[in-house]
């Protein structure tokens, strides 16, 4: 289904350190994303942002660094870049 938030990721969504599931698919965004928000969910384990309408390529490497309880990822839809293909391959390793 489609999120029915419109505008840019509320950077107060970054205060909630104990969240474990975050849903963001098909958001419209209307504009470049700042992921850099993601980075203050440390108890992060499922994180949906499939199929955003941004233009910002998505930086796995970022996500995957900061995010090490990270069990579900979903870019599906997305730009994604990875600088160093060799850290995507098994991010827990």
Known sequence: ?????????????????????LDLSY???????????FSHLKSLEDLVISHLNTTTAIDLNAILSVNKMLINLDLS?????????????????
């Open 1 to 21: 289904g489609n999120n029915n938030f419109i505008g840019p990721i509320p950077r107060s969504i970054s205060k909630l350190v104990n969240l474990q599931i």
């Open 77 to 93: 839809g997305n730009h994604v870049s990875a600088l160093n293909k060799s850290s995507v391959s098994d991010p827990h390793s």
């Open 27 to 37: 958001l419209n965004t209307q504009g470049p994303v700042d992921f850099s928000i």
